[in-house]
């Protein structure tokens, strides 16, 4: 199984809307609604902004919006703030327990 | 609020066996409608899913990794561990454990995670 594609790097102003692709195959993405996204700041834990494609966890602010299209999720982060600075990543369910991840985008507030 | 914390040691040396630990508190290893998974990232790269485990001893292992790993789950000192055979340097990472929701498949809390180096 094949690392989902992410885009290396993504990047907006404050006040800005930034969105971040994760493009997977029929297999994944395109089979399940099982799609999450996790923010990691350096030297920190990932932490779960987005689940079931579309899904806020408490706590996490409506800013984070998450959408799917076919074999593509994406994850907007609208009204950037420098705290969104952070890499972030994709992962989909693909059956049997098993999970593949994104290959990450650096998401730079200028 | 359910914590996780891995340890284990910081150093592996090449051909040798990785083992960690992942220690839960705040809730129960047992708890039927949560798995418990290993993570890694190695150094300029993305996270790797590794394999999850449920309290029952029931295992899913990520196939490019299957002959080298094994997950296993003490439910009596609400911990579970991992090991991986054969070590080389594209096994150093940074590993973290989680908790997996089954009803939602998401990994939603993290340990802080633990760096291992393989180096002789």
């Known amino acids: 199984q094949s690392a989902l594609t992410q885009p290396p790097s993504a990047s907006g102003s404050p006040g800005q809307s930034v969105t971040v692709s994760c493009t997977g195959t029929?297999?994944?993405?395109?089979?399940?609604?099982?799609v999450s996204w996790y923010q990691q700041h350096p030297g920190k834990a990932p932490k779960l902004m987005i689940y079931?494609?579309?899904k806020r966890p408490s706590g996490v602010p409506d800013r984070f919006s998450g959408s799917k299209s076919g074999s593509t999720a994406s994850l907007t982060v609208s009204g950037l703030q420098f705290e969104d600075e952070a890499d972030y990543y994709c992962?989909?369910?693909?059956?049997?327990?098993?999970?593949?991840f994104g290959s990450g985008t650096q998401v730079t507030v200028l | 609020q359910v914590q996780l914390q891995e340890t284990g040691p910081g150093l592996v040396k090449p051909s040798e066996t990785l083992s960690l630990t992942c220690t839960v508190s705040?809730?129960?290893?047992?708890?039927?409608?949560?798995?418990w998974g290993w993570i890694r990232r190695p150094p300029g790269k993305g996270l790797e899913w590794i394999g999850s485990?449920?309290?029952?001893?029931?295992?899913y292992y990520n196939l490019s990794l299957r002959s080298r790993v094994t997950i296993f789950v003490d439910t009596s000192n609400n911990q579970f561990s991992l090991t991986v055979n054969s070590v080389t340097a594209a096994d150093m990472a940074v590993y973290y454990c989680?908790?997996?929701?089954?009803?939602?498949?998401?990994?939603?809390?993290w340990g802080r995670g633990t760096l291992v180096t393989v180096s002789s």
């Open positions: 989680a908790r997996v929701t089954v009803t939602n498949r998401s990994f939603d809390f």
């Open positions: 705040g809730g129960s290893i047992s708890n039927n409608i949560y798995y």
């Open positions: 485990i449920y309290y029952t001893g029931s295992t």
């Open positions: 029929s297999s994944d993405i395109g089979h399940y609604n099982y």
């Open positions: 079931e494609v579309t």
């Open positions: 992962t989909s369910y693909i059956g049997n327990q098993n999970y593949v």
